[in-house]
């Protein structure tokens, strides 16, 4: 520093300068953004995905249908009037071939609901199918059906997978071979092949599709809690635990249990639209969901055979499988991104 400045600096009054204030510790180690638990952190890592929270917005809705028409539902789903078979979607108020209550007869568009002398005030939002009963109420039982039956299989891989995944990691050794064997011998059993033998056993229907997937489903997810068990068992907060005299129960669902949970959400949500395709695929075949009942896949067994002359009979429950599975698979993937810490923002 020259000299020339020094003087400019010693000219400086002492009034210009205000000490600092003695005790400013607290204010140097405040943090600045607060304080988030793990799943708030979770929670606002999936609140930028857009694409996880428009499927979580859609799948909330089309649950709180399916429970809401349990009590309020347009007509009887398994009500027949031959008068009304294979009525096309008709719309009050709108005029749109397709949607208004007309259809292509014979090269000719021809009001279905005229021909048939169906009263003016009666419509159908999604149509009728060939026994005449209402679609959309069908379809609402349906989804009802194949939603029931997916979050059955979800509870089986809680029950059964995540207690079969942690007894075999924890005890490790000839007990893990075993029960790893075991595991082997299920999985090598076709699903189809377990479903023919319910079959043999139990009557078609919800009952023996959960049956069926209580038998095979839960296996990937006993593979998965069992693989981090074994990468978890090890580490030194469980050593710990095991030093202090915890017990095995105690040390596997106080502290792995815990720290596994996030994958197991993430498995648990990629099973649910696998069980809802093979509660569709059963039922297509004539395995699952026998009528009058209703199911998606039954829906679309039944629309399958007309699609040619009366398509919406089987595109409407394909496009609501379809955003269902759509859905859970990308809640899935912003869930799997949201609950990993190391994942980089």
């Known amino acids: ?19 600092l204030a003695k005790n400013t510790k607290d204010e140097r180690e405040q943090i600045s953004a607060p304080s988030l638990t793990f799943l708030q952190d979770s929670w606002r890592r999936l609140k930028k995905n857009k694409a996880a ?51 292509m007869v014979g090269g000719q568009l021809v009001d279905k609901y005229a021909q048939a002398g169906i009263p003016e005030g009666v419509h159908y939002f999604l149509g009728t199918d ?59 059993i076709p699903n189809l092949v377990v479903m023919i033998l319910m079959l043999v056993v139990l009557k078609p229907g919800v009952f023996s599709i959960v049956a069926a997937m209580a038998i095979t489903n839960w296996v990937p997810m006993a593979r998965v809690v069992r693989g981090q068990t074994l990468k978890l068992k090890d580490q030194e907060f469980v050593l710990a635990a095991t030093s202090l005299g915890e017990s095995r ?10 720290n596994i949970s996030s994958v197991i959400i993430v498995q648990m949500m990629f099973s649910i639209p696998s069980a809802i395709f093979f509660e569709a695929f059963l039922s297509f075949i004539g395995l699952g969901i026998q009528p009058p009942s209703a199911s998606l896949g039954m829906l679309l067994s039944d629309g399958y055979k007309t699609w040619q002359y009366l398509g919406y009979q089987m595109w409407i429950p394909a ?7 759509i859905g859970f698979n990308l809640l899935a993937d912003g869930l799997r991104d949201a609950l990993d810490p190391k994942m980089k923002e």
């Open 1 to 19: 520093m020259t000299k020339a400045k020094l003087k400019q600096i010693e000219q400086i009054p002492a009034s210009e300068f205000q000490p």
């Open 319 to 325: 496009i609501v499988l379809s955003i269902i599975m």
């Open 53 to 103: 929270m428009i499927s979580l917005s859609l799948l909330v809705i089309i649950v709180l249908i399916a429970i809401i028409t349990i009590f309020v539902s347009p007509s009887d789903p398994t009500a027949q009037n031959l008068k009304y078979i294979n009525l096309p979607p008709k719309f009050p108020g709108i005029d749109i071939n397709g949607l208004n209550g007309k259809a």
């Open 130 to 188: 060939s026994l005449g009963r209402d679609l959309l109420s069908r379809l609402l039982v349906g989804t009802r059906i194949s939603l029931l039956i997916a979050f059955a299989a979800a509870a089986l891989d809680i029950i059964f997978g995540v207690t079969y995944g942690l007894i075999s990691g924890l005890l490790g050794g000839r007990v893990d071979n075993i029960m790893q064997r075991f595991l082997e011998i299920i999985s090598g």
């Open 249 to 258: 129960s105690k040390i596997a669902f106080k502290h792995i249990l815990p």
